[in-house]
């Protein structure tokens, strides 16, 4: 941390401007390409402001006549409503008529517009998308709370964003992959600071990066190759929301929030069959170490998240307090259960 490198430096005060550091940005973006497998064609760029900064970049970049949105949940509706502020905005597909617990169908009758914008996975609701929708026009997608957490091809997309602080690193810097064609249609002056033609310029160095945030992304995506990289840390994700999932059927007390088909590997979000018992749970895995597993207040109950740093072994600490919370409340339904499983 105070000597970075052996410069004596630490790498929190070294020039941004360095050669050293510029060798990082450098590895962190080959690091990016390396493991999503990103094409030649395509920009590699390190932002500032968050997931949320990309929800009215993208529409100063690109929306000219009608933006396309996916209606999928929280986060998704924020893209919504700030691409208002810059011109006609299109909702091709809603889920909110279930509090967004399942991923809409999608069906483009009308022309698409500039863009379709859609988020892969629904941070708050727990839903995923698995099947993307094809499209004739640019496909854009937040994958802020699922990125390198499974394989994508890149090329299905236009531009992918993403906050850096699930899978990535730390809070602070905002991965942007970009298809170059896309950036050469941009042809409008726009505040620097929100173009990503000066990004892509000026190697995300147009003005002081996140130092930190890539240094640290840098270590993180090492880490994620040392894992069997995506692909491996992909067959770990899907290993640990199936314990958990499958707790949730079993147990009696438990039931999820989200349509099967679309549940996330990232959030599992679920509640207690019984809205009395949900204070009593939070309570009873509170005593036993867990905090922070509230829902959001939107949709209520508990969401566990399993982003890649999580370890299975946390996963199968919380489906025991879940069956001990079982045999808690009911102390023969455990036993019950167990025996017409077995005939
Ligand atoms: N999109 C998604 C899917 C998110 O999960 C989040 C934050 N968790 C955001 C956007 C907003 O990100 P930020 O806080 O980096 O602006």
């Not at 949105?69 to 809603?94: C, M, N, Q």
């Not at 002056?189 to 992304?217: E, G, K």
């Not at 270590?219 to 069997?228: A, E, P, Y």
């Not at 597993?293 to 949709?299: L, P, Q």
């Amino acid at each position: 941390m105070i000597d970075w490198n052996s410069s004596g430096l630490s790498i929190l005060e070294v020039s941004h401007r360095s050669p050293e550091f510029e060798a990082v940005v450098l590895k962190t973006q080959l690091l990016v390409r390396e493991l999503l497998r990103v094409p030649d064609d395509y920009s590699v760029l390190f932002l500032q402001g968050g997931a949320s900064t990309q929800f009215s970049m993208i529409p100063l970049n690109f929306l000219k006549t009608k933006g396309t949105y996916l209606d999928t949940g929280y986060f998704a509706l924020k893209a919504i409503k700030e691409a208002k502020h810059y011109g006609h905005v299109a909702v091709a597909a809603t889920s909110a008529d279930k509090n967004y617990s399942y991923i809409p169908d999608v069906n483009l009758t009308e022309p698409g517009g500039d863009y379709l914008h859609c988020t892969s996975n629904n941070t708050i609701e727990g839903t995923e998308i698995f099947h993307f929708p094809q499209t004739d026009i640019p496909l854009f997608c937040d994958m802020s709370s699922d990125i390198f957490s499974r394989m994508i091809n890149v090329r299905d997309f236009d531009l992918i964003y993403a906050g850096a602080q699930k899978n990535m690193g730390p809070a602070g810097m905002t991965l942007v992959i970009v298809k170059d064609e896309l950036l050469k249609q941009v042809n409008k002056a726009l505040p620097s600071m929100s173009d990503y033609r000066v990004y892509r310029d000026n190697q995300s160095m147009f003005n002081t990066p996140p130092v930190f945030s890539i240094y640290v992304a840098m270590l993180n995506l090492l880490w994620l190759k040392d894992q069997g990289g995506v692909e491996g840390i992909e067959q770990m994700n899907m290993r640990k929301a199936r314990v958990l999932y499958t707790e949730i059927d079993r147990n009696p007390l438990f039931q999820g929030s989200a349509a099967i088909a679309h549940r996330s590997r990232m959030n599992v979000t679920f509640t207690t069959v019984d809205p009395a018992h949900e204070k009593d749970f939070l309570d009873f895995a509170e005593a036993r170490g867990f905090v922070g597993i509230s829902g959001y207040r939107s949709v209520g109950g508990f969401r566990a998240s399993l982003y890649n740093a999580l370890p299975l072994e946390s996963v199968q600490a919380l489906t025991a307090v879940m069956y001990e919370f079982q045999r808690y409340k009911y102390p023969l339904s455990a036993e019950i259960k167990e025996a017409q499983l077995i005939n």
